[in-house]
């Protein structure tokens, strides 16, 4: 099991060094830019033309071009990072039409960002589409849709927390028995008796770990498609603008946007306890205060989520809880 753990520890970092990253978009001076519309934070490497923020975006690359100019002529850059500096400008004519993006846009990045993040910014745009331009809408059927891709992977996971649950009073007795037994020869018996245990109800230690490690990349990979996406943060679901954060709503006066973290420890917190129902009692204890801990900081997490993030979460969230419920219904 430790071993599995490491492969599993080492396979998530790897995921993490990977993936590619947002990045804001920030004045000469390193100062993060805001949107004065929306109060969001505006993102740099966007992957097509925005439309609403545009004159934002080329009002702030205008201001850093007369900034580098003058931190050059007084000295503070040397010439070549002048040059630099303005090459690296993102200038907003050469990016494509939002509508008309390729699963390719921009040339290879990281490996991430090229297989996950463009096609599927790609798809969430073309839902768009056909959705009559209702972006957020796009949002919540691509999460369904892969959701339901998934669902062999999420219906062998809990299969595996199911049969951990059986074996457990096997697992705690071999516990017990070993328990003062810390020699290399009892080790090597008490593993391979858990691999006895194992074997008899049908339990793999890294299938347990599979879906976990699939979702990984995709919520990063949603995550960078929706906060690059200019037709998707400029866009509104309901009352709310995709792009603005909960706290940046609030600290605009919209206070109605605090329900959003809200709705999202709500649904965390039963999707966590559906979860941890389809394990042991002894599991559930020392699983607990982890639990309590991960949904609380979620929660704050969230009141710096964007709103379009904050959508793809609650929808995943509630497809978990329903196909958590369905499959033990039908066992």
């Known amino acids: 099991m430790r071993n599995n753990k490491k492969i599993f520890l080492v396979l998530l970092i790897m995921i993490l060094l990977l993936t590619g990253c947002s990045k804001q978009l920030k004045d000469a001076d390193g100062k993060v830019i805001k949107s004065e519309k929306t109060n969001q934070v505006l993102i740099e490497n966007i992957l097509c033309k925005p439309v609403e923020l545009k004159d ?3 009002k702030v690359i205008n201001q850093k071009k007369i900034d580098y100019k003058k931190q050059y002529k007084a000295g503070d850059l040397s010439k070549n990072k002048y040059k630099k500096n303005i090459k690296n400008l993102l200038d907003i004519e050469k990016l494509p039409n939002c509508k008309k993006i390729s699963p390719v846009e921009g040339g290879y990045e990281t490996f991430w960002t090229s297989v996950f993040v463009k096609p599927l ?4 745009v073309n839902v768009g589409k056909i959705l009559k331009n209702n972006y957020g809408l796009a949002i919540i059927v691509v999460t369904i849709l892969i959701k339901l891709i998934l669902l062999p992977f999420s219906y062998k996971s809990l299969k595996q927390s199911e049969n951990m649950k059986k074996a457990q009073p096997k697992l705690s007795k071999l516990e017990k028995k070993y328990e003062n037994k810390k020699d290399q020869e009892s080790m090597m018996m008490k593993s391979n008796e858990m691999m006895a245990i194992y074997k008899e109800y049908k339990i793999n ?3 347990g770990c599979l879906l976990a490690f699939i979702q990984i990349p995709l919520f990063f990979a949603f995550y960078e498609a929706l906060y690059r996406l200019p037709i998707l943060f400029e866009g509104k679901f309901l009352l709310f603008h995709m792009g603005t954060t909960p706290l940046a709503g609030a600290q605009s006066g919209d206070w109605y946007y605090l329900i959003l973290p809200l709705i999202v420890g709500v649904v965390t917190y039963f999707s ?8 042991s009692e002894d599991q559930a204890k020392q699983m607990k205060m982890m639990f309590n801990i991960m949904i609380v900081m979620i929660f704050i997490t969230s009141f710096s989520m964007s709103t379009a993030i904050i959508i793809y979460w609650v929808v995943n969230s509630l497809f978990t809880i329903l196909q958590s419920l369905l499959i033990k219904r039908s066992k």
């Open 121 to 124: 910014a790609w798809l969430i």
């Open 272 to 279: 966590f306890n559906m979860n941890k129902n389809t394990m």
């Open 56 to 58: 934002e975006y080329i």
């Open 205 to 207: 230690p890294i299938s």
